[in-house]
């Protein structure tokens, strides 16, 4: 158990819907980061928070968004979706000297 | 960001060393080496990082060149449970209290172990 927990598990929505996926860090860790995963190919950098601030940006696209609470919780929203958003969708958390904790990912389908 | 070069796919039998070779020719004297790998259905997961010296711990042991421009990954005995996508990527050790990290993955290396 990494200890970086992703709601839900699994997302199956419409074209044109938008969801919310949630992440809980590690006790600790300040620093989260977003990656997407679409099938057989590897992990895409979206955004980095750390402390509730935006740190470091990837190839996120406009439809998509993120936040930090002040509990260093996250949020990745992403609006009109279109079929090439289905993937799986990974968070993970990291402190200031320590490696990257991943969660176990959302899968998000899109019909 | 400096980017990495690893082989796509490698194979190995089980029971026997497994060398994982990545390049990293920009690398700047403030980058750590990480080494991660993922799973089947599951998300990556730390193996181990480097600066300079060559590190060992109890999932495998990272050797780095001396010029720092490649590493490899050496599993001692690989079992069936090793295989997976092996990712070497570069983090700027600088600014540790700033939490500025970019942990750029690319699309490392896929692992089969023969039983």
């Known amino acids: 158990d990494s200890g970086v927990t992703q709601t839900p598990k699994h997302l199956i929505t419409a074209t044109g819907q938008r969801v919310t996926l949630r992440c809980s860090p590690r006790s600790g860790d300040l620093s989260v980061y977003w990656y997407q995963q679409s099938l057989d190919q590897g992990l895409q950098f979206l955004i980095q928070y750390y402390n509730g601030e935006e740190r470091a940006k990837g190839n996120i696209l406009e439809r998509f968004s993120a936040q930090q609470f002040p509990d260093l919780h996250s949020e990745l929203n992403l609006s009109s979706l279109e079929l090439g958003d289905s993937a799986l969708y990974f968070c993970?958390?990291?402190?200031?000297?320590?490696?990257?904790?991943f969660g176990n990912g959302t899968r998000l389908t899109v019909t | 960001d400096a980017k990495t070069t690893q082989p796509n796919s490698m194979e190995s039998n089980e029971e026997e060393p497994v060398h994982l070779p990545c390049n990293h020719s920009?690398?700047?004297?403030?980058?750590?080496i990480h080494w991660y790998r993922q799973l089947p259905s599951q998300g990556p997961e730390y193996v181990i990082h480097g600066l300079t010296s060559n590190v060992n711990n109890r999932m495998a042991s990272l050797a780095i060149a001396e010029d720092r421009k490649s590493s490899t990954l050496i599993l001692h005995r690989a079992t069936l449970r090793d295989a997976a996508v092996y990712y070497c990527?570069?983090?700027?050790?600088?600014?540790?209290?700033?939490?500025?990290?970019?942990?750029?993955f690319g699309t490392g290396t896929r692992l089969k172990v023969l039983a």
């Open positions: 993970a958390s990291a402190g200031a000297n320590s490696p990257l904790h």
């Open positions: 920009t690398i700047s004297g403030t980058d750590y």
């Open positions: 990527i570069l983090r700027d050790v600088r600014g540790p209290t700033s939490g500025t990290y970019k942990y750029i």
